[in-house]
Each structure stands twice: as C-alpha cells, then as structure tokens.
C-alpha cells in the first residue's frame, strides 16, 4: 500500500513547525522574564543611610539612638551581641517603634542583661523585607 499525499496537505507540515517553534519561544521568553523581574525586585532594596549611637548609661544597659538619616521599618532592625540579652541574644526594636512601626530621627531603645556589659561585640543589623540579605549598620565593643 502506497500513501499519496494530496497536495492541499503539503504546507501544513511546516506552517506547524514554525506555530510550534514560535511558541517555545514566547514561553522560553515568559519563564526568564518572570526570572530576572523577580531577581531585579530583591536587589532594589538597597540598606538605608542612616547614623545610631550605642551608649551605656548603666553597666547593665544598653541605650542605642537613631541620630539622623533614613526612617526604617522597625521589624527590619536588630541587635546582635555576643553575650545573650534578655530574653534573646538577637533583639528587634519593635518595641521603640512608635505606632507607625519606623524608627526615625530621636527615637530611642535601651535594653538591659543580667550583668554587665564588658567587652561583648554589639551590632545593628538591618535585614531586607524578604530577610534575604542583611547589613550591619553599626557596630560596637562595650567598654572593660
């Protein structure tokens, strides 16, 4: 048996493969534009300018003051040290946050520890939105 194409067949074969090929590519260009919005969006987020102090009024407390610069999300701020705080050694300034959430210029946190502060390396970390990456803001050694 002898297939026999007719010739009002004959262009379709190619006609399908360029429809196919087309949409591979639309595809292929949706999937690494989704990519490479969503890659750009993170990177966007860039550490806020912004200048605090860390005083130790009492030998047990810790006063950190936003000086001058950027408001920052609250929520986006923590304080790292050495030796544990109470309760955590890793302490958000939620707490300082008026009810906006943002610490801004002349607002204050001070936390306390059983114990003196003597020597422990203390640091401000800001971490981004998606807390996919983080940068130390200021950092500090407590004095003997």
Do not use: C
């Not at 639309?26 to 993170?42: C, D, M």
């Amino acid at each position: 048996m002898v297939l026999v194409l007719d010739e009002d067949y004959r262009g379709i074969s190619p006609v399908i493969g360029v429809i196919l090929m087309v949409a591979i590519t639309v595809i292929l260009a949706a999937i690494v534009g989704t990519f490479v919005l969503t890659l750009s969006s993170q990177l966007d987020e860039t550490p806020p300018q912004v200048r605090f102090t860390i005083e130790f009024p009492a030998s047990d407390t810790l006063t950190i003051m936003h000086r001058s610069g950027d408001s920052v999300p609250a929520a986006q701020l923590n304080v790292v040290t050495e030796a544990p705080l109470d309760p955590t050694a890793s302490v958000t300034f939620i707490d300082a946050a008026g009810e906006d959430n943002l610490i801004t210029a002349g607002e204050r946190a001070m936390y306390e520890r059983r114990g003196k502060w003597e020597g422990e390396y203390i640091r401000i970390i800001w971490k981004t939105s998606e807390a996919g990456r983080s940068t130390t803001l200021t950092e500090i050694t407590a004095p003997h």
